[in-house]
């Protein structure tokens, strides 16, 4: 089935129609001709806001094709050396003259006589505004490049597995083989591999800590967790409902996790469930849900046009854009991303398929996000397009799930169509304590930053014991306090994590109105899609058809509700 065989027709500028985008000298000069203009009505001041966001878009777009390049050939450190210089003698360049065009708007005698829909932009600037110091530009330009090293250390890592050469990524679908002795090697091989950059990984990470609380003593902060809590824009929630989150997880969820991995050990005969049994299918069976990439991304495009003929499109117009890298290969980064493109008006999805059934999660969940950037990439406010990761990763997760019931298009037995879908709304709730782990150890780094790297992987480890009760981590206590290094995020974005929690929830939820009422859930969620960021959070997620809610009731709720669709799916 095709939907289109057109491509994605590159947004014509309105502004700076002959601006070069690696032109750092002209984008100042452009900048500071913003600076310059004089506003003598709100249609000036609405004009000046669409400038900043022409001007904003040309110089995302090209850090965004040089972040792709780094991550698409990690091995290749002019890549790296590109987007570095860009993000230094660019990107840093114009931050001070950027917080001054949002001066300039913020104190406009004409802001406060914007409609309605400018005011949510203007708490948002007033926000950036406050946090701002230029003191903190080097350091962030120095922060950066550390952190991409992460990415570099961890794609370069190779292990001698069974006589080949693999790559941490390419030894994942072994941690699903139906043979326990071969997932046990393949789990303890990927651990080698990443333990022996221990001592490198822990001084980056070091590092990295140092200049992060110096931004947040500069911006006068007593702690960087603080710091980033508003820095991120979090208005609608407080580090206090944060931890009330963790503790709803730790009293709701966990029952639910000792639960599914008790069960686990009894499909699998086993005594006890190890770390290498988590992924293994309980009855033995590994799904295979593509051969090839050409198939794994046309059956994509098929199940996203079965719940909306649009989405399928949109996936198929990226595929012959060539905005597609889906193959996990030696040198690429590890992980996955949908980058929003401004200019191009389309995203670009990266992640390392390696043929098992998690890609086809990965996939769709990118595409929700691509979804979402097509949506918003044309709203003329850059601030009210959804970088707010709470927004960002309810698109993408709840996209998971509302593709689920056309999983057949990857999945002919019906078993294994069952299977994927159990996997799917079973890792759902699973994923909410390692998320609280993440989150919980990030906060306990940054508000004890005299500790030792001795003492933070003790720290993590009692944090494994509260949340990853079930399994069975006995003898490899080095291992369970050191898993925190193969989470990318706590080394190249720090604090973005909890973002991944509150979406969940919110995706369950969206899930739940879909088994209730499929055709309004979509509805509600394309609509959701279209509104980006420009109300705060709890109300985006009333468009959803959803609430923002960290209760134990309201968790215990969406746990009761799994648990009834897995007793459906098992026939329990």
């Given amino acids: 089935m095709i939907f289109t065989d057109k491509k994605i027709e590159r947004k014509p500028r309105k502004y700076f129609k002959d601006l070069s985008s690696t032109d750092g000298e002209k984008i100042l000069e452009s900048i500071k001709q913003l600076l310059a203009e004089n506003i003598n009505s709100e249609n000036d001041l609405i004009s000046l806001v669409e400038k900043f966001t022409e001007l904003s878009d040309i110089v995302s777009e090209e850090m965004g094709r040089r972040y792709i390049n ?30 001054e065009v949002e001066k300039k708007i913020y104190n406009s ?64 679908p072994y941690l699903k083989s139906p043979d326990r002795t071969i997932r046990e090697e393949a789990w ?36 960087y967790r603080d710091y980033m809590h508003n820095l991120k824009g979090r208005f609608e929630y407080s580090v206090e409902d944060v931890l009330q989150f963790h503790e709803s997880v730790e009293k709701k969820v966990m029952p639910f996790f000792e639960k599914r991995m008790k069960r686990r050990a009894e499909k699998l005969g086993i005594e006890s469930v190890r770390p290498w049994d988590t992924s293994v299918d309980v009855d033995g069976k590994v799904l295979k849900p593509y051969n090839t990439i050409d198939e794994f991304v046309n059956k994509a495009i098929r199940v996203l046009g079965k719940v909306k003929r649009v989405f399928g499109e949109r996936l198929e117009m990226m595929k012959n854009s060539d905005l597609l890298d889906l193959e996990n290969r030696k040198g690429k980064a590890p992980g996955g991303y949908n980058y929003p493109l401004p200019e191009t008006g389309a995203p670009f999805i990266f992640m390392n398929a390696t043929g098992q059934s998690s890609d086809v999660r990965t996939l769709l969940h990118e595409s929700g996000h691509a979804m979402h950037t097509f949506e918003t990439v044309n709203i003329p406010i850059e601030y009210y397009r959804p970088h707010r990761m709470e927004i960002a990763e309810l698109a993408s997760m709840s996209m998971e799930l509302l593709t689920m ?72 206590d080095f291992e369970k306090n050191n898993r925190w ?36 859930a979509i509805e509600d969620y394309h609509n959701f899609l279209k509104v980006g960021y420009k109300m705060p959070i709890d109300k985006v997620y009333e468009v959803a058809g959803i609430k923002l809610d960290f209760s134990e009731k309201h968790i215990g709720e969406i746990v009761e509700f799994v648990e009834e669709r897995l007793n459906e799916l098992e026939g329990e």
């Fill in 485 to 520: 290094m193969f989470q990318l995020h706590i080394f190249e974005v720090p604090f973005y994590y909890i973002e991944y929690g509150i979406a969940q929830l919110g995706a369950l939820s969206i899930y739940k109105n879909y088994i209730e009422n499929p055709e309004k």
């Fill in 405 to 476: 019931h056309h999983w057949n298009e990857y999945y002919k037995d019906e078993d294994d169509f069952r299977k994927a879908m159990i996997e799917e709304l079973e890792s759902a709730l699973l994923f909410l304590p390692w998320c609280m782990t993440v989150d919980a150890f990030q906060q306990w780094i940054y508000t004890n930053p005299e500790h030792t790297a001795k003492e933070r992987e003790e720290y993590f480890g009692k944090l494994m014991d509260k949340f990853n009760r079930g399994i069975d981590w006995s003898g490899l």
């Fill in 109 to 172: 005698e004409f802001s406060k006589k914007l409609p309605n829909e400018y005011q949510h932009m203007l708490k948002i600037i007033s926000n950036n505004i406050e946090l701002f110091r230029e003191e903190n530009i080097p350091l962030q330009v120095e922060e950066r490049k550390f952190s991409n090293k992460y990415g570099s250390i961890y794609g370069s890592i190779v292990v001698d597995f069974r006589g080949e050469e693999k790559t941490l990524q390419q030894l994942l």
């Fill in 70 to 99: 780094m991550t698409r050939f990690a091995d290749k450190p002019e890549y790296s050396e590109k987007f570095n210089d860009y993000f230094q003698n660019v990107v840093s360049k114009l931050k001070p003259y950027s917080i």
């Fill in 188 to 223: 303890r091989k990927r651990f080698e591999g990443l333990l022996s950059r221990k001592e490198e990984l822990d001084k980056l990470f070091d590092e990295l800590k140092e200049i992060r609380i110096k931004q947040a003593k500069n911006a006068g902060f007593e702690n």
